[in-house]
């Protein structure tokens, strides 16, 4: 697990000077008299000023986070801050709500300083801070300003995001004992707390909620309440989001007292930034790839982030635009990226002038990417505090940003009615003609050339439907008014993918179902990594060959959308969607069930043929392979050699050839003797045979001569006379099924039987070509003529092919000539 712990003074080594002990005491003195001078100018804050204070000089704080705050920059209070930090200071407990961009870190990280430093604390009190964020992005962005406006404390500072490489949790917790602040996310806390003896957070001072809507809703619920249960009560609690609420059940929850609720929405107009354009497009589904790709080809010196509603979703634009080179950087992230991925992303996106990074949510709360210009919504968000979140990475603090919002025309009147309510100001605005794009040709032969991005356009659809079905605002989502086939069409996907909702479900609960556990996959779960997986039941199991056989991937880039299209990974690179429990293609429904089912044994819908011959069995878990039982020549491989057997009078089965027993043998005479005898027997009977045979071959002339002259004299002939359907052809005139004279079936079976004609008439010559132009001289022969065309050119058949060279003659001569 990646796990970064530093210290907030950078890592530096603390050089404990030799002093007499007279200095440390006056050393202590003055530092206890600087606390309480502190302590004393704190208390007499004014908590409802004339003037609210401006500047942070102007605050109760202690010289080293003046000198930090001075060192970074920070001169003028923001409103949040403002209102919020007198009354932390003071030791309030706080829900503080104000737009995004407008400071709200500062308000809690100042205090958590400030707590800190007035109890004098020390690297042997342990933990004395948590602060808690719903994404590993946000979490290092909260730390990284920590390290910037705390350089000059001596705190130590711990940043607990999980991940994959790095610390072991022991490692870890080894180092998280020495640390005073953690900045993290709930379920890697939490684990610590429950598993890792020695790590306690008894003193706890203070603990902090960023993003305080989103971590205690469903999705982190139960890692909250768990870790609370760690947390002493008596401690104080700020709580921080731009789409705060008094949820009463959520402050009973973390054990607030008296709270402050400091909201500077109210006092606004709107609940987003002034310097905040925002726009919405009516687009139809099928269309807001064209206009999505048509904006970007519009905007390329720009920062732009694409919100999407899934990480299946982004990856599919993601891959597809690159492909598609639209002539400006492209990024993409989501929650199942790799953590070093992410951050990676995350750092490149920070850095760049120009550039689109398609995203999932896992961005759209607390990111503070500097000079975004645009954020368009390809997926209509949620909710409306989804959207707030959203378009907030863009205009923050004072800087300008435009925002677009992609409406499905069915969307458009829920959701225009959700953003006036919520006091968001949004206009119309239309794409120019000329500007409009279609790329679905394009999307159709790349996903006709790559069976991966294909995949993932499925799975993509999938997700988005599944989205949409599930979401709780029925005023704005409706599944039904969507048109799926052409939407389908849009992604360049072959065929509409088919998906199977099961009944009776409980939506909601299978919503959040992906954020409750910590294995599910969810996004927000990736956020809040680290999370030990439930023991995964299979695992133990003995794998059987079918297991093995569908776990088997090929390396390709976007093998893995591929196996989960096919069936369950099940790896940590699962799908966020987690849409298994609730629907399925359904070629994968076979396939998973397959995996599931086989365990199950006996009572399992599987159905499996046991192999004949030693074959191994045949299961039938598809349509497919149902469906191959009835063929003769697929199942001949589960068939085994034949073997004659004959009869005896009783009836009993027994095979051509018998060993017979050494005492039988010897009994029957000599061996000499045994042999000639068999060998005479057997040469009577195939004397026997010989007569028959040619018996039957003069018959077969004779009826072949028979219908010659029948058919010379235009009589139709049918053969009746042995009884042997086989051994003749069945021709009737004008029977052709074929168009060609020739019924295909009779045709076939009218090719001459090699050294049938052995003692009839002398072959006639054969001609030297098959064909001949219909210009030389013509043969005579009594054979019906056949006419071949090709190229322009009349052939005449003088026979019928007797050999492959024959017909390869037949078909060279067709194609040359
Ligand atoms: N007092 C200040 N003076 C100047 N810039 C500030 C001040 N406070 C914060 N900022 C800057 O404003 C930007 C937004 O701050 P911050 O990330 O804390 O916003 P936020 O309210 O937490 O936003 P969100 O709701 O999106 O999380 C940051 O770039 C930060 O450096």
């Not at 991005?453 to 029925?474: E, T």
């Not at 009869?647 to 009993?652: A, L, P, R, S």
Request: charged content about 30%; aromatic content about 6%.
């Amino acid at each position: 697990m990646a796990t970064h712990a530093r210290t907030a003074n950078g890592g530096k080594p603390h050089f404990s000077r030799k002093r007499s002990t007279n200095d440390r005491l006056q050393k202590r003195k003055r530092e206890q008299d600087e606390v309480t001078d502190l302590q004393a100018r704190v208390n007499a804050l004014d908590l409802k000023p004339t003037t609210p204070i401006a500047k942070f000089a102007d605050l109760p704080l202690s010289d080293p986070s003046a000198a930090g705050i001075s060192a970074s920059h920070f001169t003028t209070l923001t409103d949040i801050q403002a209102q919020a930090i007198p009354l932390a200071l003071k030791g309030k407990d706080i829900l503080g709500a104000a737009k995004t961009g407008s400071g709200k870190t500062l308000a809690f990280l100042i205090p958590v300083l400030e707590k800190l430093y007035r109890a004098q604390w020390t690297e042997y009190d342990g933990l004395g801070a948590l602060i808690l964020s719903p994404t590993r992005e946000l979490a290092l962005q909260i730390f990284d300003v920590l390290r910037k406006i705390g350089r000059k404390h001596a705190f130590s500072a711990g940043l607990v995001i999980g991940g994959k490489a790095g610390f072991s949790l022991k490692e870890e917790a080894e180092r998280l004992t020495r640390m005073n602040i953690l900045v993290c996310t709930p379920g890697r806390m939490k684990q610590h707390l429950e598993q890792a003896a020695g790590f306690n957070a008894d003193n706890l001072q203070i603990l902090v909620l960023d993003e305080a809507d989103r971590i205690m809703d469903m999705g982190f619920q139960r890692e909250v309440d768990q870790l609370v249960e760690h947390l002493p009560k008596d401690r104080q609690t700020l709580m921080f989001s731009a789409t705060q609420s008094k949820k009463v059940s959520d402050l009973a929850r973390l054990s607030l007292k008296d709270p402050e609720y400091v909201s500077v929405h109210e006092a606004a107009s709107h609940a987003t930034p002034t310097n905040l354009q925002q726009h919405y497009i009516v687009t139809p589904l099928h269309e807001k790839l064209d206009t999505l790709y048509g904006f970007i080809k519009a905007n390329l010196k720009s920062k732009i982030i694409v919100f999407l509603s899934s990480g299946k979703q982004v990856r599919f634009a993601y891959e597809s635009f690159r492909h598609l080179q639209p002539g400006i950087p492209l990024l993409h992230l989501h929650g199942r990226q790799k953590q070093t991925a992410r951050l990676e992303i995350t750092h490149r996106f920070t850095s760049a002038k120009y550039s689109c990074l398609f995203a999932t949510d896992v961005v759209a709360r607390g990111i503070d990417f500097p000079a975004v210009d645009w954020v368009i919504q390809a997926d209509c968000p949620e909710d409306v505090d989804t959207y707030i979140h959203r378009v907030g990475r863009t205009a923050r603090y004072e800087s300008n940003g435009k925002a677009v919002l992609f409406l499905e025309p069915s969307e458009e009147d829920g959701m225009l009615k959700k953003l006036e309510a919520k006091k968001i100001p949004i206009a119309r605005v239309n794409v120019k003609e000329n500007k409009k794009k279609s790329i679905q040709n394009s999307l159709q032969n790349m996903c006709f050339q790559n069976p991966d991005l294909k995949y993932l356009g499925q799975k993509a659809f999938i997700s988005y439907v599944r989205a949409i079905q599930y979401q709780n605002d029925k005023s704005i989502f409706n599944l039904k008014k969507l048109d799926l086939d052409a939407f389908s069409k849009s992604m360049g996907l072959p065929g509409t993918p088919q998906i199977k909702f099961q009944k009776g479900e409980d939506v909601k609960k299978i919503k959040n179902a992906p954020r409750q556990g910590m294995s599910s996959g969810s996004e927000s779960e990736m956020d809040m990594n680290g999370v030990k997986k439930p023991k995964d039941k299979k695992k133990d199991q003995v794998r059987t060959k079918y297991d093995k056989m569908f776990e088997r991937t090929n390396q390709d880039v976007l093998s893995s959308h591929y196996s989960k299209m096919v069936g369950k990974s099940g790896d940590d690179d699962d799908d966020d969607d987690s849409e298994d429990d609730i629907l399925a293609v359904k070629r994968r429904l076979d396939d998973s069930d397959l995996d599931n089912e086989a365990s199950k044994g006996p009572t399992s819908n599987i159905k499996v043929v046991e192999g004949l011959g030693g074959q191994d069995p045949y299961v039938i878990d598809s349509k497919r392979r149902e469906k191959a039982l009835k063929s003769k020549k697929k199942m001949a491989k589960f068939k085994g050699m034949p073997t004659k057997m004959v009869f005896d009078d009783e009836g009993n089965a027994h095979p051509l050839y018998e060993m017979s027993t050494p005492a039988d043998f010897q009994g029957a005479g000599a061996a000499d003797e045994q042999r000639q005898v068999f060998v005479e027997d057997e040469s009577k009977k195939v004397l026997e045979a010989d007569v028959d045979d040619k018996e039957r071959v003069r018959q077969r002339k004779r009826e072949k001569k028979a219908k010659r002259k029948a058919l010379e004299r235009g009589e139709s002939f049918v053969n009746d006379n042995n009884g042997d359907e086989d051994s003749a052809p069945q021709l009737v005139s004008g029977g052709d099924d074929d168009g060609d004279g020739h019924d295909p079936i009779a045709f076939m079976r009218s090719l001459p039987v090699a050294g049938e004609d052995s003692d009839a008439e002398p072959p006639k010559k054969k001609a030297k070509k098959w064909f001949q132009q219909d210009d030389s001289d013509a043969d005579v022969d009594e054979q019906p003529k056949k006419k071949q065309k090709s190229k322009g050119k009349v052939f005449k058949m003088h026979e019928e092919p007797e050999t492959l060279e024959d017909l390869e003659a037949l078909a060279t001569g067709l194609l040359d000539g």
